[in-house]
């Protein structure tokens, strides 16, 4: 499984992007997908998960309330609306894929993912 992250790019603080992971090949039936992302000198953090078989979803704090994730199963591609962003949103953006047996308590562990697409960048000006 490949996994093709798009959409990032540099936007004023207030505005607007949407990413796009695209798999190459079906990942596991009903498994979840995720969002992570990382900035400079930080750690990588979770930003959001959902599990396809059942739309559980799940928001880091951080990012409640503006972000949302969703999915095309047709196209086998998870989205992440980005609204109100902020300077601190700036980060390189990672979709991940899990093997499909995730539970809830764990869609925010990078541990439970094991496909990662190669990241895109978004960088929010003040």
């Known amino acids: 499984v490949q996994l093709q992250a798009s959409g990032g790019g540099f936007v004023q603080a207030g505005g607007s992007l949407r990413l796009s992971c695209a798999a190459s090949a079906r990942t596991s039936s009903g498994g979840a997908r995720a969002w992570f992302r990382q900035a400079p000198g930080k750690e990588r953090e979770f930003v959001a998960a959902?599990?396809?078989?059942?739309?559980?979803?799940r928001y880091a704090d951080s990012v409640k309330g503006r972000f949302t994730i969703a999915k095309d199963a047709a196209k086998n591609t998870v989205y992440l609306q980005m609204d109100a962003l902020k300077p601190e949103d700036t980060a390189i953006y990672y979709c991940?894929?899990?093997?499909?047996?995730?539970?809830?308590?764990?869609?925010?562990?990078?541990?439970?993912?094991?496909?990662w697409g190669q990241g895109t960048l978004v960088t929010v000006s003040s």
């Open positions: 991940a894929a899990d093997g499909g047996r995730t539970i809830v308590s764990a869609l925010s562990s990078a541990a439970s993912y094991h496909y």
């Open positions: 959902i599990r396809q078989r059942d739309s559980v979803i």
